[in-house]
């Protein structure tokens, strides 16, 4: 069965703290991507990544970064957590490079709350 | 990139029909989706359609694309509480790693 694990279900963290959340697919996937979803507003692209050590910026990169060292990983890291990040992270994995049929496996997500 | 929009709210009575509707931008878009997020749960994709087509159907589900109004609809038949969930239609371009998602549409079904 196909997995996409987030280490951390909940955090709670103060402002100014740098935080990691921890992504692991099992399904040998070439794209890992980090979303974050606030109500009325879906799901928004911080950053993804189509190979290892490769990245770019999603739509709202800013007050982000990412780390994917190894194809089955890919951290997000907030350098300086503010409260307006408070936010559920999710993260997904795809195979296909090019779209595909584009199916995007999730995590179940990473409830930050940041004080 | 896409813009995707769709209505935040649905309720629906048990056993009968959902509709979720879905616009987008882009018409270089060649391929939708409809996922399904169950509460406390990731995103799970429920189907998806090509541009080529004009529908698609799954058992309970039809979905309905109009390429010239860049409309997309989910149809749920013989709706059931276990349908109760927030939908996300997601589009991407065919050389687009990268969906994009609209708001949800969170689908009440009451008894």
Request: proline fraction near 1%; charged fraction near 25%.
């Amino acid at each position: 069965d196909v997995k996409v694990t987030q280490s951390s279900r909940y955090l709670v963290k103060r402002t100014g703290e740098k935080v990691f959340l921890e992504c692991v697919q099992d399904m040998d996937h070439e794209n890992m991507f980090w979303y974050r979803q606030d109500p009325g507003l879906g799901l928004r692209l911080i950053y993804f990544s189509y190979d290892v050590k490769m990245k770019e910026k999603g739509d709202i990169p800013e007050g982000y970064s990412v780390s994917r060292e190894k194809k089955e990983r890919f951290s997000l890291i907030l350098e300086s957590a503010s409260t307006n990040q408070t936010s559920m992270y999710l993260c997904a994995s795809s195979l296909s490079a090019h779209g595909g049929t584009g199916e995007l496996f999730f995590g179940e997500g990473s409830r930050l709350t940041v004080l | 990139g896409e813009d995707v929009e769709q209505s935040l709210f649905l309720s629906v009575r048990e056993g009968d029909s959902s509709v979720i509707n879905c616009t987008y931008t882009d018409s270089s878009s060649t391929y939708l989706y409809w996922y399904k997020q169950e509460p406390g749960a990731g995103l799970q994709l429920l189907t998806y359609i090509f541009s080529n087509m004009d529908m698609k159907q799954d058992q309970r589900l039809t979905v309905l694309l109009n390429k010239k109004d860049k409309h997309l609809s989910l149809r749920i038949a013989d709706t059931q509480t276990g349908d109760s969930a927030i939908y996300f239609c997601a589009g991407a371009s065919s050389n687009d790693y990268k969906l994009s998602f609209g708001a949800g549409t969170t689908v009440t079904v009451r008894a």
